[in-house]
């Protein structure tokens, strides 16, 4: 049984008292430098558009100072050559850019409906309560940032709390409040899976797409540490155990070629075959028709109608004589741009 949260206990069990973190140290923010400013062109350099770096950027500048500072906003802004405005629209959008500085790590408690119901709400509560903050609010020694998180796709692992975006699978009050307490006293407690721990401003450098690792393999050799993933293979392992198979899935329809002009002839589910779907939807307006004027009108629109005959224009074609500029959606086209529209064309494009 667990000591009731924020009960002297509960004190003791988080390391409130005993915390290594230099809040004061965490609590500088360092001016951007240089060295930021050619890290910030490297991940330009990736994109073939330059304003897609803007969500790396925003991490580095993270990595750097903590959070998303309006010195971070102006040096994005600046390199993008975007407004401070669009910047600040971005970073404000997601929850993974930071608006206030943060502790040494984000702990984030998935409260979505399945770690709800199996604890993740009191898990929140009871960390919460120990730490003296609520969501979005660091604890006062500069250690932590804790936050609620909509659902963290690891269902099958729930309750789930992430420390860094890293994962702490089916974890209960107690084992998230131990786990808190190892943070608080400096230590690194290994994820469930994935990569190992470091620290908010270092997973940060990560997403900006800077490896901790030295290289490739030592990278893939963390990511890829083995890991328990009974939750998520359950139903394969009861499936094979009882020699079950999920049933052949039904063929699609084929797709058309990419330049067919016409659908090919499918099956309906009125179980006709040999029509296309538009024209089965006019024979029925043909046959719905009550009078002879509207089975005309039904005919008349049906795809295999004959074409009506088109106007002659002084050049000889058919078509409209539209004047250059003048038609639908070419306003302020020139007397060479698309002026006519010719039959079986349709419409003229402004490209
Ligand atoms: S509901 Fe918590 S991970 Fe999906």
Same mark, same amino acid.
């Given at each position: 049984? +667990?000591?009731?949260?924020?009960?002297?206990? @509960?004190?003791?069990?988080?390391?409130?008292?005993?915390?290594?973190?230099?809040?004061?140290?965490?609590?500088?923010?360092?001016?951007?430098?240089?060295?930021?400013?050619?890290?910030?062109?490297?991940?330009?350099?990736?994109?073939?558009?330059?304003?897609?770096?803007?969500?790396?950027?925003?991490?580095?500048?993270? +990595?750097?100072?903590?959070?998303?500072?309006?010195?971070?906003? @102006?040096?994005?802004?600046?390199?993008?050559?975007?407004?401070?405005?669009?910047?600040?629209?971005?970073?404000?959008?997601?929850?993974?850019?930071?608006?206030?500085?943060?502790?040494?790590?984000?702990?984030?408690?998935?409260?979505?409906?399945?770690?709800?119901?199996?604890?993740?709400?009191?898990?929140?509560?009871?960390?919460?309560?120990?730490?003296?903050?609520?969501?979005?609010?660091?604890?006062?020694?500069?250690?932590?940032?804790?936050?609620?998180?909509?659902?963290?796709?690891?269902?099958?692992?729930?309750?789930?709390?992430?420390?860094?975006?890293?994962?702490?699978?089916?974890?209960?009050?107690?084992?998230?409040?131990?786990?808190?307490?190892?943070?608080?006293?400096?230590?690194?407690?290994?994820?469930?899976?994935? &990569?190992?721990?470091?620290?908010?401003?270092?997973? +940060?450098?990560?997403? &900006?797409?800077? +490896?901790?690792?030295?290289?490739?393999?030592?990278?893939?050799?963390?990511?890829? @540490?083995?890991?328990?993933?009974?939750?998520?293979?359950?139903?394969?392992?009861?499936?094979?155990?009882?020699?079950?198979?999920?049933?052949?899935?039904?063929?699609?329809?084929?797709?058309?070629?990419?330049?067919?002009?016409?659908?090919?002839?499918?099956?309906?589910?009125?179980?006709?075959?040999?029509?296309?779907?538009?024209?089965?939807?006019?024979?029925?307006?043909?046959?719905?028709?009550?009078?002879?004027?509207?089975? &005309?009108?039904? &005919?008349?629109?049906?795809?295999?109608?004959?074409?009506?005959?088109?106007?002659?224009?002084?050049?000889?074609?058919?078509?409209?004589?539209?004047?250059?500029?003048?038609?639908?959606?070419?306003?302020?086209?020139?007397?060479?741009?698309?002026?006519?529209?010719?039959?079986?064309?349709?419409?003229?494009?402004?490209?």
């Amino acid at each position: 049984m +667990s000591a009731l949260p924020g009960s002297p206990e @509960a004190t003791a069990v988080t390391g409130l008292d005993s915390s290594p973190v230099d809040a004061a140290a965490l609590a500088e923010v360092p001016p951007l430098t240089e060295q930021t400013r050619l890290e910030a062109r490297e991940i330009i350099a990736r994109y073939p558009v330059a304003r897609s770096a803007l969500l790396p950027m925003l991490h580095l500048v993270q +990595s750097y100072q903590g959070y998303v500072t309006p010195e971070g906003v @102006a040096l994005c802004a600046e390199e993008l050559r975007l407004t401070k405005a669009e910047v600040g629209a971005v970073a404000t959008f997601y929850t993974m850019y930071k608006r206030r500085p943060t502790g040494r790590h984000l702990v984030s408690v998935c409260t979505n409906t399945l770690c709800a119901v199996l604890g993740g709400q009191r898990i929140m509560d009871a960390l919460s309560a120990d730490l003296g903050v609520h969501h979005d609010e660091t604890a006062a020694d500069g250690s932590i940032t804790l936050e609620h998180a909509e659902c963290l796709a690891a269902c099958d692992y729930a309750p789930v709390v992430t420390v860094d975006y890293e994962f702490y699978d089916q974890q209960d009050v107690d084992s998230a409040r131990e786990l808190v307490a190892a943070l608080r006293r400096g230590e690194k407690p290994l994820p469930t899976r994935g &990569a190992p721990l470091t620290d908010f401003r270092g997973i +940060s450098r990560q997403l &900006a797409g800077f +490896s901790q690792h030295p290289d490739a393999a030592a990278a893939a050799a963390a990511v890829d @540490a083995p890991g328990d993933y009974g939750p998520t293979l359950r139903g394969l392992r009861l499936a094979a155990e009882r020699g079950e198979a999920a049933p052949p899935m039904p063929a699609g329809p084929e797709q058309p070629p990419a330049d067919a002009g016409e659908p090919r002839e499918t099956v309906r589910p009125s179980g006709r075959t040999g029509e296309t779907p538009g024209k089965e939807a006019a024979d029925a307006r043909v046959a719905a028709a009550d009078t002879p004027a509207e089975k &005309a009108g039904a &005919a008349g629109s049906h795809p295999d109608a004959p074409e009506p005959a088109g106007r002659r224009l002084p050049d000889g074609r058919e078509g409209t004589d539209t004047p250059a500029g003048q038609e639908p959606g070419t306003a302020g086209q020139g007397p060479d741009g698309p002026s006519r529209t010719i039959e079986g064309r349709g419409p003229s494009r402004r490209r």
